[in-house]
C-alpha cells in the first residue's frame, strides 16, 4: 500500500515528528511504501475562495505551488496519514491550510481510502485534543474514507516526554497494522 503522510509540525525534532517516525517504521516494516510531506516547510498557500478550481475550464487553483505535488500523491494514495501538534483545541495551520486546499482537488481523491490520525500535546485533558479529533473525523466522513486509527499524545510538550509512554509503540502498531 502507498501511505502519503501530512506532517504539520515545525519542529523538526519534536514530539509529533518521533510519533511520525515511529509510524512510518512500522508502516514501512510492513511492506508499505510511504510518502512523506512536512507541511511546515512547504510552499502550500491558504485558500482564497475564488472557486476558479470549480469554475474553470482547466479546473485548477490558481496557486502553482508546493500543493501540486502533494495532490498528485494524494491523488494515488491508498492511506493518508495526518498528524499534528494540538497548540490551541484545533489541527495546526500548516496541515490545516492543506486540508483546506482539498477543494481544489476534491474530485481527485479516491473514496474508501484508509486514514489516520496522529497528534500530541501539552495538555492532559482529552477536552483539548477533541475539536482536531473531531475535525479530522468530519474530513474523513466528508471524503468517504476509512478511519483506520487515532493516537492522541498527552502531556508530551518534548520529545523527550514520550519516554515512560505507550505512545511510540502505539505509532508503531498504527502503521504496521495499515495493508
Same mark, same amino acid.
Given at each position: %500500500?502507498?501511505?502519503v503522510v501530512?506532517?504539520g509540525?515545525?519542529?523538526?525534532? +519534536?514530539?509529533?515528528a518521533?510519533?511520525?517516525e515511529s #509510524?512510518? $517504521?512500522g508502516a *514501512?516494516?510492513?511492506g508499505?511504501?510511504?510518502?512523506?510531506?512536512d507541511? &511546515?516547510? %512547504? /510552499?502550500v498557500?491558504p485558500?482564497i475562495?475564488?472557486d $476558479?478550481? @470549480?469554475?474553470?475550464? /482547466? &479546473?485548477v487553483?490558481v496557486y502553482?505551488?508546493? %500543493?501540486?505535488?502533494?495532490g498528485?500523491e494524494?491523488?494515488t494514495? =491508498?492511506?493518508i496519514? #495526518?498528524?499534528?501538534?494540538?497548540?490551541?483545541? +484545533?489541527?495546526c !495551520? @500548516?496541515?490545516?491550510t492543506?486540508?483546506?486546499?482539498?477543494?481544489a482537488?476534491?474530485?481527485?481523491i479516491?473514496k +474508501?481510502?484508509?486514514?489516520? #490520525?496522529i497528534s &500530541?500535546m501539552?495538555? =492532559?485533558?482529552?477536552? !483539548?485534543?477533541?475539536?482536531?479529533? =473531531?475535525?479530522?473525523?468530519?474530513?474523513?466522513?466528508?471524503?468517504?474514507?476509512?478511519?483506520a +486509527?487515532?493516537?492522541?499524545a498527552f502531556?508530551?510538550?518534548?520529545?523527550?516526554d514520550?519516554e515512560g !509512554?505507550?505512545?511510540?509503540? *502505539?505509532?508503531y502498531?498504527?502503521?504496521?497494522?495499515?495493508?
Amino acid at each position: %500500500m502507498k501511505i502519503v503522510v501530512l506532517s504539520g509540525s515545525p519542529h523538526k525534532n +519534536g514530539t509529533t515528528a518521533k510519533l511520525l517516525e515511529s #509510524f512510518i $517504521k512500522g508502516a *514501512e516494516d510492513a511492506g508499505n511504501e510511504v510518502v512523506r510531506f512536512d507541511t &511546515a516547510f %512547504m /510552499d502550500v498557500h491558504p485558500c482564497i475562495a475564488c472557486d $476558479k478550481c @470549480q469554475t474553470s475550464a /482547466d &479546473a485548477v487553483c490558481v496557486y502553482k505551488d508546493d %500543493m501540486v505535488k502533494i495532490g498528485n500523491e494524494l491523488a494515488t494514495a =491508498d492511506c493518508i496519514a #495526518f498528524v499534528t501538534p494540538i497548540y490551541y483545541y +484545533g489541527l495546526c !495551520t @500548516q496541515i490545516k491550510t492543506v486540508i483546506d486546499r482539498f477543494y481544489a482537488i476534491e474530485s481527485k481523491i479516491r473514496k +474508501g481510502q484508509k486514514t489516520v #490520525f496522529i497528534s &500530541a500535546m501539552a495538555d =492532559d485533558r482529552p477536552e !483539548t485534543v477533541l475539536p482536531a479529533n =473531531d475535525s479530522y473525523k468530519a474530513i474523513v466522513n466528508w471524503l468517504e474514507w476509512n478511519d483506520a +486509527g487515532i493516537v492522541n499524545a498527552f502531556n508530551c510538550t518534548t520529545a523527550a516526554d514520550l519516554e515512560g !509512554t505507550s505512545y511510540e509503540e *502505539e505509532a508503531y502498531k498504527l502503521g504496521n497494522n495499515i495493508k
